[in-house]
């Protein structure tokens, strides 16, 4: 997922500096032994970098700061965090760039290649992962968030976080089983509702669904009920409320 991210920020740049020509990916392996070598190649031909920007990015390594780790759901990187977040997993960010013609960003990662005898041990691990409640949580709040995470995780419950309704639609399309979702009801570019309303489009889909709402909308909570959610969290109780979320489904 962070690989994602990072190629997602990476192509999302290129994208604001380009106002003509081209925007490539590429991608190669090498492979040796029991490791492969991913190697990300992002090419665009936009104004490009100067020296000291790139130096600036290179020399972005150590431990992220509080914003960054807050920030590390969202769905796009600034470049400084991207080099950081690589090299903590172990990989490499390196920069070419000429000013006025364009920039080439080379992301190179190592990956475990996994063999026959590897395969019993992944189904016992996804065996035991499937034990476990899931939850998706889809909302940009990083307070309640942050809280919602505590409480799930004092309750054994793994979860997954998406700050935006059409990541969250995207999963379900994919096949991704929860045993309830909570929805923010306000979130940019996408509302709670029209998040929901994209879900129950797709075939199959019968995943209790939780809206979140605030206090000023507590008064057409009954509302959402008849718009087929399952249930209201109401967030100015939200300690009482997630025990009574979580105990019911």
Known sequence: MKIR????SLLVNSCKNTTSGNINLKVNLIEKYDVCRVIFNVSDTGSGMPIDKI???I???????????????AKEYNIKVCQKVIK?????????????????????????VYHEKDK???????NDITSYRKVLLVSQNKEINNIIKKKLNDN??????????????DKIKEGKKYDFILMED???????????????????????????????????????????????????NIDSELERIIEKY
Request: glycine share 8%; aromatic share 10%; proline share 1%.
């Open 156 to 169: 054994k419950i793994t979860y997954s976080n998406l700050y935006y309704g059409m990541d969250a639609i």
């Open 120 to 126: 019993s041990i992944l189904a016992q691990y996804e």
């Open 88 to 112: 903590i997993m172990g990989g490499n960010l390196m920069i070419k760039s000429t000013l006025g013609k364009g920039t080439d960003v080379i992301l190179t990662i190592d990956q475990r």
């Open 186 to 236: 306000e979130m940019k570019e996408m509302s709670g509702f029209m998040t929901f309303k994209g879900m129950k489009e797709i075939k199959g889909f019968d995943t209790p669904v939780i809206i979140m709402l605030k206090e000023d909308k507590e008064h057409i909570k009954e509302h959402f009920l008849e718009d087929g959610f399952s249930d209201y969290l109401l967030l100015e």
């Open 59 to 73: 020399s972005a390594t150590g431990e992220l700061d509080k914003d960054e780790l807050d920030n590390l759901e």
């Open 55 to 57: 130096n600036e990015i």
């Open 5 to 8: 991210q990072i190629l997602y």
